[in-house]
């Protein structure tokens, strides 16, 4: 299976002529009245389509999705029978500088989880777009990754110091959790399982055991953080969700026997199966002949074991993997369509970048569905995604937080696009 690339990605923030924010003098970005009509709101909860509604932004909400007039004062956009859609969301990311971050959002993601980062750069873009000196995306943190060799990682904080010798033992782990915890992190990232993109490692191999992991839980839990766990073989994989962690990132080697206890137990499984079709191709964020052989077995894995995730009724969700580099060409558009390729409908795939994910992310009562009273994230596409889940990589607007960063509603084809 091939990579989805029918549409070229952005890059930078794209805004229509008059319609670029010029921040405060307290360097903020203002939050405008809009109102978005003649638009077709796809319910991702229902699966319906709402015809010729207006969709009304104030104070980075939804004010409104109705078949009134606009409000008098707001700023009028006619999106002339387009398609609007929640913004998506990226699970699991390694977005961790500014341009990264508008690169992200230039795809048509409002939303992304930290899968680790080095440090706690993504505790600072939280804050960021929290508090409106970027237009977004929104930003769940994870700081630094739990894992034998942190690295660079304790450059982070010089209290880390001394686990530059290792996090190997279960004392070390709690205090590199208690750590991230103190830092603000929403998340805490460990591992069951090596990695699949290191020419010198076996991504089957366990590397935390069961009890080492419900150590991290624990402590995470004990100031109400989940713990996402990296594992692809089913060993690592099936400690990991015994602990208690709350989704599985990759799961390439998954058991039906943990896919179902992944089921009974509601852990979530973001398989980034785009990152697998990565490591096949030539470029992008992986490009080595060990990792390429390697992807070429993993591959067929990973689609057996995402459909019969999927089968036995695991919730699944997207996630690019990818650090939003100007080298990196996986997207979460991309994996919506690989998802539908492997046997999901288009609603199905797109609830994993929406509902699934906001699920999984703790915030499903503010995100992941154009909704009065929910967060302002949402993208503008040319056909219906329940249609074509291809146009999810060709956003014509994208809004965030209320905030326009892409505006290109004007150059919208008046013909749907060849497949």
């Known amino acids: 299976m091939t990579r989805v690339l029918l549409l070229a990605s952005l890059t930078v923030f794209i805004v229509a002529p008059g319609a670029a924010q010029v921040p405060a003098d307290d360097g903020r970005l203002p939050q405008p009245w809009l109102a978005l009509v003649n638009a077709n709101v796809v319910d991702v909860v229902s699966g319906e389509l709402e015809r010729g509604v207006t969709v009304v ?7 409104a999705v109705t078949r ?18 929640p913004g998506l969301i990226d699970a699991h990311t390694h977005l961790n500088s500014l341009a990264s971050a508008r690169r992200a959002l230039a795809t048509g993601v409002t939303t992304v989880r930290s899968a680790s980062v080095g440090s706690f750069r993504d505790v600072a873009l939280r804050e960021l777009a929290a508090d409106g000196y970027i237009a977004g995306p929104d930003m769940l943190a994870a700081g630094v990754f739990v894992t034998p060799d942190i690295g660079d990682g304790v450059l982070a904080d010089p209290e880390l110091r001394d686990l530059i010798r290792g996090v190997d033992t279960i004392e070390r782990l709690r205090r590199l959790t208690r750590a991230n915890v103190e830092h603000g992190v929403d998340f805490i990232k ?7 993109g290191l020419p010198d490692t076996d991504p089957r191999q366990q590397v935390y055991t069961r009890d080492e992991l419900a150590a991290v839980v624990e402590e995470a839990g004990a ?14 994989g099936r400690a990991a969700v015994l602990a208690g962690v709350r989704s599985i990132e990759h799961g390439t080697y998954l058991s039906d026997e943990t896919l179902t206890l992944m089921r009974d137990q509601g852990t979530f499984l973001v398989p980034t199966y785009s990152t697998i079709v990565d490591l096949v191709e030539p470029g992008g964020d992986y490009d080595d002949p060990v990792t390429r052989a390697r992807g070429m077995h993993m591959l067929p894995r990973m689609a057996r074991t995402f459909q019969r995730a999927h089968e036995i009724g695991v919730k699944i969700v997207t996630g690019a993997d990818v650090s939003y580099t100007p080298a990196s060409v996986t997207r979460v558009s991309h994996e919506v369509a690989n998802f539908v390729a492997l ?22 009562e503010t995100t992941g569905q154009v909704t009065s009273g929910f967060e302002a994230d949402l993208i503008v596409v040319d056909e219906n995604p329940l249609d074509n889940v291809l146009v999810l990589q060709d956003p014509l607007m994208i809004v965030s937080n209320g905030r326009v960063a892409v505006d290109r509603v004007q150059f919208g084809r008046g013909e749907p696009p060849i497949p």
């Open 343 to 364: 046997g999901m409908t288009p609603l199905e795939a797109l609830r994993t970048a929406t509902l699934n994910a906001a699920e999984l992310l703790g915030i499903a």
């Open 223 to 236: 100031a109400g953080v989940p713990v996402m766990a990296h594992a692809h073989g089913d060993e690592g």
């Open 68 to 85: 009134g007039a606009p409000p008098p004062g707001a700023e009028v956009k006619d999106l002339a029978g387009k398609y609007v859609v």
């Open 190 to 196: 460990t591992r069951g399982t090596e990695r699949a």
């Open 57 to 63: 932004l104030r104070d980075g909400r939804i004010e």
